[in-house]
């Protein structure tokens, strides 16, 4: 598993401190990755795995704990064997409903140290800012930087300038890495990240009336960066 140091050594600061760790990026950037990683250095620092609890909301085995309420007496009855402090890694927590009423509680309630990832469309700063005032540091993750970029594909220095015009052309974005090296192949993931963004995050949430002539207008900006 690749180590996205940038990231991981940030939020290595904030371990076992009080705040609320909240990731924040577009979809595919890594943010379910970056948790994952955080889960290895918490076991490696000694942490016992009992005390890591883990969750991803867009699983349907958590639909159950798509609620605040549910979600809260689930954890509140898991914590009820565990000793010691509890860490909640929580992955997509946009998708329990009022999220923030558990989270809160379970800062009042438990000896805990507590983790969310969702997507930038749906933990703006200013909603977050009114959710949990105060009591939350947030992280922005993006999708590979060309140096990380370098490092996923095991690049050789005579191999660098051929690698550069490729992630010009098709970004960094993490599950290209996983995927055959082929054009068409990668079009297509990259066409369904941005539809996938432009429909929920754009279109959807802003209630948008004329999504084609939104299309068109996209394009054009592209066009003419």
């Not at 565990?82 to 000896?111: A, M, N």
């Not at 997507?119 to 200013?126: D, G, I, K």
Request: hydrophobic share 35%.
């Amino acid at each position: 598993m690749k180590n996205r140091e940038l990231y991981t050594n940030e939020l290595s600061k904030y371990i076992n401190t009080e705040v609320i760790k909240i990731i924040v990026g577009i979809r595919r950037s890594g943010k379910s990755f970056l948790l994952k990683l955080l889960v290895q250095q918490l076991k490696s620092s000694g942490i016992k795995e009992d005390n890591i609890i883990t969750m991803n909301f867009e699983s349907m085995k958590n639909i159950e704990y798509r609620n605040y309420q549910s979600l809260y007496e689930y954890i509140m009855n898991k914590s009820n064997s565990i000793k010691g402090k509890i860490y909640l890694l929580f992955d997509e927590i946009q998708e329990v409903s009022k999220w923030e009423h558990s989270i809160r509680s379970f800062l009042v309630d438990l000896d805990c140290d507590i983790y969310l990832t969702g997507s930038n469309a749906h933990l703006l700063s200013s909603e977050i800012s009114t959710y949990i005032a105060g009591r939350y540091v947030e992280f922005s993750i993006y999708p590979l930087s060309f140096k990380e970029y370098l490092d996923f594909y095991n690049i050789k220095e005579e191999k660098i300038e051929k690698a550069f015009y490729d992630f010009l052309k098709y970004g960094g974005f993490p599950g290209l890495h996983n995927l055959p090296k082929d054009e068409n192949v990668y079009h297509q993931y990259l066409d369904g990240i941005y539809n996938s963004v432009l429909l929920k995050d754009v279109i959807q949430r802003n209630n948008i009336r004329n999504p084609e002539l939104l299309k068109l207008i996209l394009v054009y900006l592209m066009d003419n960066v």
